[in-house]
């Protein structure tokens, strides 16, 4: 597949000051606390992005505007697919437009105790999982029952995203 003929997936991670993004960091030692799929004008330009595609505590998943935070810390990467991999992945991202946020899952994350989380509710990175294997993306070696144990960190180092990070706001010192 030619770079020309390919449509992109947009995968955002990001870091603001707020205090559930600081605990989510700290608790995790991680660079991120939230990630999300971008949701593109045009599928080929990886540029068009319209909104953004993600589980948040506040609303569950949502297609958010484009301005709707300002991170400190914000990383794409757009990973070409065919165009039957994207529709895949944005007809299942669009199916789980109005799903409620897992807090039980972070609740279970801050207490170490990982089995509190709710099989029918979405955390971020849960969700890109899954858009991922929507998409019949190769993810890490998890099977989805378990995707609800990936952090935004853990999926940010998936190896399909390795060679297309497009931007690298707020690097690390």
């Known amino acids: 597949?030619?770079?020309?003929?390919?449509?992109?997936l947009l995968w955002r991670f990001i870091a603001k000051h707020t205090p559930f993004g600081i605990a989510i960091r700290l608790d995790t030692n991680s660079l991120f606390e939230h990630c999300e799929l971008g949701d593109l004008a045009?599928?080929?330009?990886?540029?068009?992005?319209?909104?953004?595609?993600?589980a948040h505590a506040s609303g569950g998943v949502k297609d958010?505007?484009?301005?709707?935070?300002?991170?400190?810390?914000?990383?794409?990467y757009a990973t070409p697919v065919t165009p039957s991999q994207y529709a895949k992945a944005m007809?299942?991202?669009?199916?789980?437009?109005?799903?409620k946020y897992d807090l039980a899952d972070i609740a279970g994350l801050a207490f170490r105790v990982r089995a509190w989380h709710l099989k029918h509710l979405e955390i971020c990175s849960k969700f890109m999982f899954q858009v991922a294997e929507a998409a019949g993306?190769?993810?890490?070696?998890?099977?989805?029952?378990y995707a609800y144990l990936v952090t935004p960190d853990m999926f940010h180092l998936e190896p399909f995203?390795?060679?297309?990070?497009?931007?690298?706001?707020?690097?690390?010192?």
């Open 137 to 145: 993306i190769q993810t890490l070696n998890i099977s989805l029952p």
């Open 91 to 99: 007809t299942f991202a669009h199916a789980k437009i109005g799903t």
């Open 161 to 173: 995203l390795c060679g297309h990070r497009v931007l690298a706001k707020g690097e690390p010192k």
């Open 64 to 76: 958010r505007p484009v301005d709707y935070c300002s991170p400190f810390r914000d990383y794409r």
């Open 42 to 54: 045009d599928p080929t330009d990886w540029n068009t992005v319209r909104g953004w595609i993600g």
């Open 1 to 8: 597949m030619s770079q020309a003929e390919s449509n992109y």
